[in-house]
């Protein structure tokens, strides 16, 4: 309720009494004037490659236990050296994905992408299954059973493996495929397995596309965030079973307990780089050095350098 009060006056124009606030990915270019509209505040644009890649490297440095491995339903926390995390390969599962390669702060490349992520997940769903939100649809793949769409190696096979090339017979040969040899039409399926094989399908493929990034690049860890996660097991568990899969047990996949927040949690810190990298000190904000800890799930991100009351911010960065 406060932004409009509380966004930052620009440090490299003092004399300029614009108030702007960071913000990063499309949405920082197609809200701009929304934004400029209803609370007066400029949005100040920062790189979304730059932004997730600032906010991963300070999770994985700052935060303890942040980065996790999801197999068979365990969960597993790893234990990051600072001095040994680069080179790593970043997947950023949001509407697309991105997939960049992290060689140290601020060096990165965008290596890789593919536009069946979690926009196709949630768009594919909605149509298919009538769902009204993206919570409804996660939690219908809960109960699904992707076997009823999906078309395994033991469907084609008469039951069995096709062991020769190793494929078991629980292998999906064709997501989707026993919609094509079924006489039957959408509204014979249940949304259920349809939301099950839909997840299904888009986890495994952004997990397989990811591990061939990582062994281009011979890149060991792959660490996968992004909005469409949201921590779900299934969701998790799939893509770690395609990066086993395909990597042979080579390569592991690793999860951030705030993956939905990189882009912002970069572009956060973007205040910092601009004031701290470009000015000389006199010029910076009362408001610096930011000062950063964690609890929990949640990251404390206090300005509150030697500022008076009324101009400390203490911003709160908590997943729902
Ligand atoms: N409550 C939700 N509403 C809509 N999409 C959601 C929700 N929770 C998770 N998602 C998933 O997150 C994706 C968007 O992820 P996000 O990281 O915010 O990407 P973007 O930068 O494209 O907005 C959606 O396509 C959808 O798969
Ligand atoms: C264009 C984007 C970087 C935008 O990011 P997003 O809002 O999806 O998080 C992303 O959607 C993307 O990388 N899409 C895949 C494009 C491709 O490489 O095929």
Known sequence: MKLHLGGFHDCTA???????IKATGGGAYKFADLFKEKLGVSLDKEDEMECL?????????????????????QKEFAQIDPNDLYPYLLVNIGSGVSMIKVDGDGKFERVSGTSL??????????LLTKCKNFDELLELSHQGNNRVIDMLVGDIYGGTDYAKIGLSATTIASSFGKAISDNKGLVDYKPEDISRSLLRMISNNIGQISYLNALRFGLKRIFFAGFFIRGHAYTMDTISVAVNFWSKGEAE???????????ALGAFMSYEKQCLDGLTVNKIPQRFPISVSSAGNKIYCSMNGKSNDNESIECTVYRT
Do not use: C
Not at 53 to 73: M, R
């Open 14 to 20: 003092p004399s300029s009494d614009k108030i702007f």
């Open 53 to 73: 890649v600032t906010g991963a490297n300070f999770l994985l440095k700052a935060v303890h236990q942040e980065a996790f491995t999801y197999l068979d339903g």
């Open 117 to 126: 992520g979690g926009g196709t997940f949630w768009g594919l769903g909605r």
């Open 253 to 263: 996949a690793m999860f951030l307990r705030h993956e939905g927040f990189l882009g």
